[in-house]
């Protein structure tokens, strides 16, 4: 589930998200036992407001959230809106969608209607509103509505309610308490402790037991011809070999990523044109006839997801690749990759691992903006490993 607020319908990220979710692929062209649509709630927390600007009349033009889904697919994201203050309602659509995502007919969409009460920050004064507005809206919060409908409907009384209140309060009072105590929650070394979770410098063949799907063995896919290339340049009388019976900087991409589909049941590669094509440099050509199309899938142009969903999978304990065309795309995706894929790790205090790799190609001939090398960049990102191969040897080894 993901639950964001109505003003991130603004962001590409968003959007890039929900598409990724409903690609047609799902359904036509991955196995039927994989389970169709990935089962993702998009629950949108309608609460009128971004910071001070309102999504409705002012910063965007939907009118209703729920409208958005149209935009997607046929189904409309099954999207529909919710009275956000009935608790009951909620759990009723809520309910409803499980359904219909458990059937791998995903992604759905909520248009929760609600109401931020406080401002956005601490320091958010709420003077782009006007008082009224905001005690009209209290008069329907459901913790006042939905008490008041227990008591009327006899399923609690004001003694079980107060009761319920009170303990809440001391529960809370006891978890902040200990968040704050310098005995129970010491502070951490930063400069240490944090260096020391940024990775997880585990060395690990394959993440679960299960048999790996494939189509071919080994021995049938490409490897065989990429195997019985050369590993040098020179014979052993120092003379060159020809160059065609030399193993190339693609194949020995190609050599690490098949190794590791035929032992790891959760690695999986997308990308731009990773299928069929074999990506845009034609590194993963021979993997199509060998994997599953939900082992090795082609993307939609949609670098933020691209990496903000390895990010995810990687953290739901798969191993993944993805390829971003070109280094310059990195733009596209500077979110996903210095904040999520970089920091995820060190912030679960190394409970969570982030076992992904993310491809770019660098080159010179493709104009100002196909051909920039930002690795240096990723360099000062805490949290990011740089790996920058010059021979097969090294990209082989490397990846």
């Given at each position: 589930?993901?639950?964001?607020?109505?003003?991130?319908?603004a962001?590409?990220?968003?959007?890039?998200?929900?598409?990724?979710?409903?690609?047609?692929?799902y359904?036509?062209?991955?196995p039927?036992?994989?389970?169709?649509a990935?089962?993702?709630l998009?629950?949108f927390?309608?609460?009128f407001?971004?910071?001070?600007?309102?999504?409705?009349?002012e910063?965007?033009?939907?009118?209703?959230?729920a409208?958005v889904?149209?935009?997607?697919?046929p189904?409309a994201m099954h999207?529909?809106?919710?009275?956000?203050?009935?608790?009951?309602?909620?759990?009723?659509?809520?309910?409803?969608q499980?359904?219909l995502?458990?059937?791998?007919?995903?992604?759905a969409?909520l248009?929760t209607v609600?109401y931020?009460?406080?401002?956005?920050?601490p320091?958010d004064?709420?003077?782009?509103?006007?008082?009224d507005?905001?005690?009209?809206w209290?008069?329907?919060?459901s913790?006042?509505?939905?008490?008041?409908?227990?008591?009327?409907?006899?399923?609690?009384?004001a003694?079980e309610l107060?009761?319920?209140?009170?303990?809440?309060?001391?529960?809370?009072?006891?978890?902040?308490?200990a968040?704050i105590?310098?005995?129970?929650?010491?502070?951490?070394?930063?400069?240490?402790?944090?260096?020391?979770?940024?990775?997880?410098?585990?060395?690990?063949?394959?993440l679960?037991?299960?048999?790996?799907?494939?189509l071919?063995?080994?021995?049938?896919?490409?490897?065989?011809v990429?195997?019985?290339?050369?590993?040098?340049a020179f014979?052993?009388?120092?003379?060159?070999?020809?160059?065609?019976?030399?193993?190339t900087?693609?194949?020995?991409?190609?050599?690490?990523?098949?190794?590791?589909?035929?032992?790891?049941?959760?690695?999986?590669?997308?990308?731009?044109e990773?299928?069929?094509?074999?990506?845009?440099?034609?590194?993963?050509r021979?993997?199509?006839?060998?994997?599953?199309?939900?082992?090795l899938?082609?993307?939609p142009i949609?670098?933020?997801?691209?990496?903000?969903?390895?990010?995810?999978?990687a953290?739901?304990?798969?191993?993944v690749?993805?390829?971003l065309?070109?280094?310059?795309?990195?733009?596209?995706?500077?979110?996903?990759?210095?904040?999520?894929?970089?920091?995820?790790?060190?912030m679960?205090?190394?409970?969570?691992?982030?076992?992904?790799?993310?491809?770019v190609?660098?080159?010179n001939?493709?104009?100002?903006q196909?051909?920039q090398?930002?690795s240096?960049l990723?360099?000062h990102?805490?949290?990011?490993?740089?790996f920058?191969?010059?021979?097969?040897?090294?990209?082989?080894g490397?990846?």
């Amino acid at each position: 589930i993901a639950n964001i607020g109505d003003a991130s319908l603004a962001c590409g990220p968003v959007w890039e998200a929900m598409i990724f979710a409903a690609m047609d692929q799902y359904q036509t062209l991955w196995p039927r036992e994989v389970g169709g649509a990935p089962p993702i709630l998009f629950n949108f927390m309608n609460n009128f407001y971004g910071m001070g600007g309102q999504p409705v009349g002012e910063t965007m033009g939907m009118g209703v959230l729920a409208r958005v889904g149209l935009g997607v697919n046929p189904d409309a994201m099954h999207a529909e809106r919710v009275d956000g203050f009935s608790p009951l309602a909620v759990a009723n659509a809520v309910a409803r969608q499980r359904e219909l995502l458990l059937a791998g007919q995903g992604p759905a969409l909520l248009d929760t209607v609600t109401y931020r009460f406080s401002g956005h920050s601490p320091s958010d004064a709420s003077a782009y509103r006007e008082r009224d507005e905001i005690e009209r809206w209290r008069e329907q919060d459901s913790l006042v509505a939905y008490q008041q409908a227990m008591l009327e409907q006899g399923h609690a009384t004001a003694d079980e309610l107060e009761a319920l209140d009170s303990a809440i309060q001391e529960r809370l009072t006891r978890v902040l308490t200990a968040a704050i105590s310098p005995d129970r929650s010491p502070r951490i070394q930063e400069g240490t402790t944090i260096a020391g979770l940024i990775f997880s410098h585990q060395r690990r063949e394959r993440l679960d037991e299960r048999t790996p799907e494939v189509l071919q063995t080994e021995a049938e896919s490409r490897l065989h011809v990429t195997h019985a290339k050369h590993r040098v340049a020179f014979d052993a009388a120092g003379q060159p070999h020809p160059r065609n019976q030399c193993l190339t900087y693609a194949e020995a991409i190609f050599e690490a990523m098949m190794h590791r589909f035929y032992r790891d049941p959760t690695m999986v590669a997308y990308g731009e044109e990773n299928r069929d094509w074999g990506g845009a440099f034609a590194v993963y050509r021979g993997l199509t006839e060998a994997l599953p199309y939900h082992r090795l899938f082609n993307a939609p142009i949609a670098e933020a997801a691209i990496v903000g969903s390895a990010v995810g999978y990687a953290l739901s304990g798969g191993r993944v690749v993805v390829e971003l065309m070109y280094c310059d795309f990195m733009g596209r995706a500077g979110d996903e990759i210095f904040n999520q894929m970089a920091k995820w790790q060190a912030m679960s205090g190394g409970v969570l691992t982030m076992p992904m790799v993310l491809r770019v190609s660098v080159g010179n001939k493709y104009g100002a903006q196909h051909s920039q090398d930002w690795s240096a960049l990723c360099t000062h990102i805490p949290g990011l490993q740089v790996f920058f191969p010059a021979t097969p040897y090294d990209a082989k080894g490397m990846l």
